[in-house]
Nanobody, 125 residues
Framework: VQLQASGGGLVQAGGSLRLSCATSERTFSYYTVAWFRQAPGKEREFVAAIIWSGSGTSYADSVKGRFTISRDNAKNTVYLQMNSLKPEDTAVYHC???????????????????WGQGTLVTVSS
């Protein structure tokens, strides 16, 4: 499964960006998909996840109420809408996928077998 993350860029604090994670994998609708981020000198951290159907989502406390994860299984794409961005949101954002039809979330990187290449988000103050 190859994932392509896009949508990063430079934005001022308080602004918005929408990230996309796309694949050509026809069974993508059977996967839990998550976004992680990694800032310079820090470990990769969980941001948000969405189950196969899109009916369930989970967020890190640091982004709850500001970020929204969603998916369009017809387009094999998962989105991360990021609003009210803060300088501390600056990081490389990676999407990850794990085949799962049970509706489970996974919060650590080692639980995901498939990764996108990352897209850089820079929030200026």
């Amino acid at each position: 499964v190859q994932l392509q993350a896009s949508g990063g860029g430079l934005v001022q604090a308080g602004g918005s960006l929408r990230l996309s994670c796309a694949t050509s994998e026809r069974t993508f609708s059977y996967y839990t998909v998550a976004w992680f981020r990694q800032a310079p000198g820090k470990e990769r951290e969980f941001v948000a996840a969405i189950i196969w159907s899109g009916s369930g989502t989970s967020y890190a406390d640091s982004v709850k109420g500001r970020f929204t994860i969603s998916r369009d299984n017809a387009k094999n794409t998962v989105y991360l809408q990021m609003n009210s961005l803060k300088p501390e949101d600056t990081a490389v954002y990676h999407c990850a996928a794990q085949r799962d039809y049970s509706g489970s979330y996974y919060y650590t990187p080692n639980r995901y077998n498939y990764w996108g290449q990352g897209t850089l988000v820079t929030v200026s103050s």
